[in-house]
């Protein structure tokens, strides 16, 4: 902008590096961590300077940690796979199911339409341990008990509200003349949805598609309650490197590195549809 | 365009009548999460009881009574009162940071277009294990932020084990996890936003302090509202970054309802009570969201109505 | 295969091959100590499948375990192979990490799933679950000849362990009476003595502290000495795990409880007293004057790992911690051990101590099949193979203390260690009193002694309130 003064460059520069340190500092410092040994992490003070190692890393691949006090086994590659499944499969599904919905909440004005809309927003409100315990029991007669199905099923109360709310804002938002001229042209309603609508709305669903992946990634208790060692994401396997004999930090700085890359390489691929995708409720000019 | 787009001739695929094709819409997505009310009333059941599993003997309904309880009960205050205030605090100071960085990267450039991207990990960091990394960085002795917490001066600070820092300490790491989330949703408001009526403001010379609280901020408040709500709702059911840092200490500084719940539950596995806390949760959860979901509608109807 | 290795196995069984002879031989052979272990403990279980028990009657049955991430839970992996043969049995296990351990066995207990047919647990808890019908009463199946091997031996627990784990049900009802059910059996435990860095005390001259005030005043001695280091490791955050190990251990000592039980059977709060209230001062004082700065957020990880990483001179906590700290990490091998007793007047120390043990899950649909299980994995075979070989410390068994294989591998990398065990181990055991709100209470007195040492309230108010509280709690609950 041509009325920039450079004091306020040089304000902005300086406020956006804060940002920065703020924020990145913790990672690039997790970063640094999982190159150390668990002895040089524990250094009074803590340094900078340091023999970086990849036995973490190679730990964590290889399911193997030699300790001085023993072999310390477990399995983090397959938890990172559950992460991926569970977070993947939710997605999906709520996805299926969101889509319609938001079309019918933002384009399809109905009779009870924003009380249906509110009811499932209104299952998020619903603290997860309140419904959690009893769901043990239900799920035990059910025999879902254990399954990844039954959790991709809870998952949805973490990834269809928020995929419902901002999709619904943007179907809204798409002009509802171009539907209508297309419908003219004497195609069916499917056949809009889905060659109109869903196109037009897909920088929406991209970002609401992200951003429910991150919710249903970093989420922790559903699985631990409701299903076996074989099934737990990284959240909980992460947390097998807090040993009685000594906390690895080594380890768990490497694991949450490893969880991290695979949810920030899929943002930097649909960075663009990121931030354009969640103009919910704007009124296009 | 309704009655118009109805008497459209259908041509194939199956046909569902112009009056139920919403409901179709959203019926899958309903019947998916309808199952969740029967251990909803399960728990509201719970909630009416005496119940303690290690005290099967002594089970029964006493109906209101885990409720009428609360009243004279300090800690449920204590816990109300500990409950908002990290609420406010958390969601007050992430929308000021969130707005503010949404401003600085407004600009379509690809250095700000890569920074905001950069700027969700700590968003993809599970709280549950960036808790315990922040408890390992305000440690004293092998915790960098204490090292560089005594460069400035603060020799002995006590981040989350001290009564008076760890309300302060915990609040950081929560701004520090979902401030981003805040910041992506603002940073796709502000970009979205028409040009036209900031064009004209610059051309009258309008003071920028004047545009911002006239012109954007009441144009963003759509988006403003859904960040709110989705970070209130999750704000005052804060488990993960408290529980790991301070387990709801030091004294019962931090004891907010998923954390007291919680300890009732899977230690003290008294259900009632636990379930009790968590209906009241629910309920604050419920009127706040109402209360913001109305305004947002309000809000959008009067946009379209100006559009 | 291993034919060879079997029969200079057997000789060392016999006693006609030395044990050293015996590892340099199979390492001649390119098998490793840990190898050898496994091997070792195969000829034992040989000689247990010959005691005239039906060792194969459930032979096929697969049974699964519900594990706790931890030494003990892997030496008893390791070991699998062993029972598997042995009874022809099939083992399945879920490991969870012990953050989430309890978490996961109670959502699993509190649902009925009949997944797990046995699973490791605390005492404490039995407390919750034995009451709530989670688990079974395990006398039934130890004094059940047809059920249970000749050579198991249930008198070889340590009668303070045994009982610790043996409770009425009753509130208040005292651990391991007449009545009592046995909700679960020992797999080892820990004692809470002191562990103190040799090298610290030392270069400061400092001696090994015989009671409380001198604990205090070492303390702040050594954290004179620790440039940038603090005294002194206790538990501090706000829980149950604050009250249970050095602070409970010493506050035994001087003969105070946490609760009175009354003729009629109701309990009462008994902290409040003035011996309490004094000693609670100077544990509060240790901890503002020479504790650790963060000592609110301390739990078992903490205070094990500062010792080890040498930034604090000692630590009242579990001996096996201790264990664990003096390999691996930046101060190894200059732990030492000693006894405590807190009070002056005391005969001997009177440590609380913690026991990792094993139940059997109320709704397994296979007992007869996971007995068999329990009584092998808490039989004098395996105790042994994990005292040698692993890291099953402290053992349960009074033979295995016996062992001079397992005495000689404690004395010479753990000094002192054997000998603060023979020193405490009369006088330890569960010094709680068994009753359905342990851990409401426990919660709360480790929440207001933060108070106490945040300066929030004075030490006599607080334990007043507490005493309070708790009162009323338990009339609440009925029990008061």
Do not use: C
């Given at each position: 902008?041509?009325?920039?003064?450079?004091?306020?460059?040089?304000?902005?520069?300086?406020?956006?590096?804060?940002?920065?340190?703020?924020?990145?500092?913790?990672?690039?410092?997790?970063?640094?961590?999982?190159?150390?040994?668990?002895?040089?992490?524990?250094?009074?003070?803590?340094?900078?300077?340091?023999?970086?190692?990849?036995?973490?890393?190679?730990?964590?691949?290889?399911?193997?940690?030699?300790?001085?006090?023993?072999?310390?086994?477990?399995?983090?590659?397959?938890?990172?796979?559950?992460?991926?499944?569970?977070?993947?499969?939710?997605?999906?599904?709520?996805?299926?199911?969101?889509?319609?919905?938001?079309?019918?909440?933002?384009?399809?004005?109905?009779?009870?339409?924003?009380?249906?809309?509110?009811?499932?927003?209104?299952?998020?409100?619903?603290?997860?341990?309140?419904?959690?315990?009893?769901?043990?029991?239900?799920?035990?007669?059910?025999?879902?008990?254990?399954?990844?199905?039954?959790?991709?099923?809870?998952?949805?109360?973490?990834?269809?509200?928020?995929?419902?709310?901002?999709?619904?804002?943007?179907?809204?938002?798409?002009?509802?003349?171009?539907?209508?001229?297309?419908?003219?042209?004497?195609?069916?309603?499917?056949?809009?949805?889905?060659?109109?609508?869903?196109?037009?709305?897909?920088?929406?669903?991209?970002?609401?598609?992200?951003?429910?992946?991150?919710?249903?990634?970093?989420?922790?208790?559903?699985?631990?309650?409701?299903?076996?060692?074989?099934k737990q994401p990284v959240t909980v396997g992460a947390l097998a490197f807090v040993t009685a004999s000594g906390i690895q930090y080594g380890q768990i700085a490497a694991g949450i590195v490893l969880s991290i890359l695979p949810t920030l390489g899929l943002a930097l691929y649909a960075q663009r549809y990121l931030v354009e995708g969640l103009s919910l409720g704007a009124v296009k000019g | 365009m309704s009655d118009a787009a109805a008497s459209l001739p259908k041509r194939r695929g199956f046909r569902i009548s112009r009056r139920w094709l919403p409901y179709v819409l959203s019926l899958p997505a309903l019947l998916a999460c309808i199952g969740i009310l029967i251990p909803f009333f399960t728990a509201v059941a719970y909630s009416l009881q005496r119940y303690r599993l290690s005290q099967p003997w002594a089970h029964k309904w006493n109906w209101g009574e885990n409720y009428w309880n609360f009243l004279s009960d300090s800690s449920f205050w204590n816990t109300l009162q500990v409950s908002l205030t990290y609420a406010f605090l958390t969601v007050g100071l992430e929308l000021m940071f969130g707005l503010g960085i949404a401003l600085l990267l407004q600009k379509r450039t690809r250095f700000n277009n890569f920074v905001s991207i950069m700027l969700l990990m700590p968003l993809m960091t599970a709280p549950a294990l960036a808790s315990l990394m922040w408890k390992l960085m305000t440690n004293p002795g092998f915790g960098i932020l204490s090292y560089f917490a005594s460069l400035i001066g603060f020799e002995d600070f006590r981040w989350a084990s001290d009564p008076s820092t760890a309300m302060l300490t915990v609040v950081l790491v929560d701004i520090w996890v979902y401030t981003p989330f805040i910041m992506i949703l603002l940073l796709a408001g502000l970009r979205s936003l028409p040009q036209q009526p900031f064009e004209a403001a610059a051309l009258d010379g309008v003071p920028r302090l004047f545009v911002f609280w006239r012109i954007t901020l009441p144009m963003l408040t759509p988006f403003l509202l859904t960040a709110t709500l989705f970070r209130v709702i999750e704000s005052i059911q804060q488990f993960d970054i408290i529980y790991a840092m301070t387990q709801g200490g030091p004294g019962d500084r931090l004891t907010v309802f998923q954390v007291e719940a919680y300890l009732n539950f899977f230690q003290s596995t008294n259900v009632g009570r636990s379930a009790a806390l968590l209906m009241i949760l629910w309920a604050i959860t419920y009127v706040l969201s109402s209360i913001f979901i109305k305004n947002w509608l309000k809000l959008r109807e009067k946009q379209r109505g100006e559009a | 295969m291993y034919e060879k290795e079997n029969k200079l196995i057997d000789a060392f069984m016999r006693g006609s091959v030395s044990r050293r002879s015996l590892i340099k031989g199979l390492g001649s052979m390119g098998i490793t100590a840990a190898t050898a272990g496994v091997l070792v403990n195969a000829a034992a279980t040989r000689a247990l499948a010959q005691n005239g028990f039906d060792w194969k009657k459930h032979s096929g049955t697969t049974v699964k375990l519900l594990l706790n991430k931890h030494p003990y839970a892997d030496a008893l992996i390791a070991n699998l192979e062993n029972f598997k043969e042995l009874t022809g049995m099939n083992v399945e296990y879920d490991v969870f990490p012990e953050d989430v351990y309890f978490d996961k066995v109670t959502a699993a207990l509190s649902s009925g799933s009949s997944e797990y047919d046995a699973f490791m647990t605390g005492a404490y808890m039995t407390w919750t679950y034995g009451p709530a019908g989670w688990v079974d009463d395990l006398n039934e199946y130890i004094m059940d000849d047809t059920r249970t091997n000749p050579d198991y031996n249930w008198e070889d627990v340590l009668e303070g362990v045994r009982k610790s784990c043996a409770w009425n049900g009753k509130p208040g009802g005292e651990l391991g009476s007449d009545d009592a059910k046995q909700w679960c059996i020992p797999l080892a435990y820990e004692q809470n003595n002191l562990t103190y860095n040799k090298r610290v005390f030392d270069s400061a001259g400092l001696s090994i502290p015989g009671n409380i005030d001198e604990l205090v005043d070492t303390a702040a001695a050594a954290k004179g000495a620790m440039d940038g280091g603090y005294g002194i490791g206790v538990r501090g955050s706000r829980s149950w795990a604050t009250i249970h190990p050095g602070f409970l251990s010493g506050y035994a000592n001087f003969g105070q409880k946490d609760l009175n039980v009354s003729e009629d059977g109701l309990l009462s709060a008994a902290m409040n007293t003035d011996v309490s209230k004094d000693y609670h001062a100077k544990w509060v004082k240790m901890i503002q004057d020479s504790g650790a700065p963060d000592w609110s957020t301390h739990t078992w990880y903490q205070v094990g790992t500062d010792v080890g990483a040498g930034k604090s001179a000692m630590m009242f906590d579990a001996d096996i911690l201790g264990y664990f700290m003096n390999a691996g990490t930046a101060e190894a091998g200059n732990l030492a051990f000693a006894p405590f007793a807190a009070n002056p007047d005391a005969a001997a120390p009177t440590p609380n101590i913690w026991i990792w043990a094993m139940s059997m899950s109320s709704f397994s649909k296979q007992k007869d099949a996971t007995w068999y299980f329990l009584q092998w994995v808490t039989g004098p075979e395996h105790g042994l193979f994990g005292a040698r070989e692993m890291d099953l410390v402290n053992p349960a068994r009074s033979s295995v203390w016996a062992d001079e294989t397992f005495r000689e591998k404690l004395s010479s990398s753990y000094p002192g260690y054997v000998e603060m065990h023979d020193v405490s181990a009369p006088g330890a055991s569960i010094k709680f009193t068994a009753q359905p709100l342990f851990f409401d209470l426990t919660t709360e007195w480790a929440a207001t002694m933060q108070k106490m040492v945040a300066n929030e309230i004075p030490v006599d108010e607080g334990l007043d309130q507490l005493a309070e509280s708790v009162n009323s709690q338990l009339k609440d609950a009925g029990l008061g």
């Open positions: 902008m041509e009325h920039t003064s450079t004091l306020e460059r040089v304000l902005r520069a300086i406020a956006i590096t804060l940002v920065i340190l703020f924020f990145i500092f913790p990672i690039f410092w997790i970063v640094l961590m999982s190159f150390q040994t668990n002895e040089t992490i524990l250094r009074v003070p803590p340094s900078i300077v340091f023999e970086p190692t990849l036995q973490n890393y190679q730990a964590l691949i290889t399911g193997e940690l030699d300790t001085a006090a023993g072999k310390l086994e477990f399995d983090f590659m397959s938890n990172l796979f559950n992460s991926f499944y569970l977070s993947t499969a939710s997605v999906a599904l709520g996805l299926i199911l969101g889509i319609p919905a938001a079309y019918a909440f933002g384009r399809l004005k109905f009779r009870g339409s924003e009380d249906i809309a509110f009811t499932l927003l209104s299952f998020r409100f619903a603290p997860p341990l309140l419904v959690l315990l009893p769901l043990t029991i239900y799920f035990q007669k059910l025999g879902l008990a254990d399954t990844y199905f039954g959790l991709i099923w809870v998952y949805q109360l973490i990834v269809l509200p928020l995929i419902l709310w901002i999709v619904r804002g943007y179907f809204e938002d798409i002009p509802a003349d171009i539907e209508y001229a297309y419908r003219i042209a004497g195609h069916g309603f499917w056949a809009t949805f889905f060659k109109i609508a869903l196109p037009l709305a897909m920088p929406g669903i991209a970002a609401a598609g992200l951003l429910a992946f991150i919710f249903a990634w970093n989420n922790f208790i559903f699985a631990l309650v409701l299903a076996s060692a074989d | - | -």
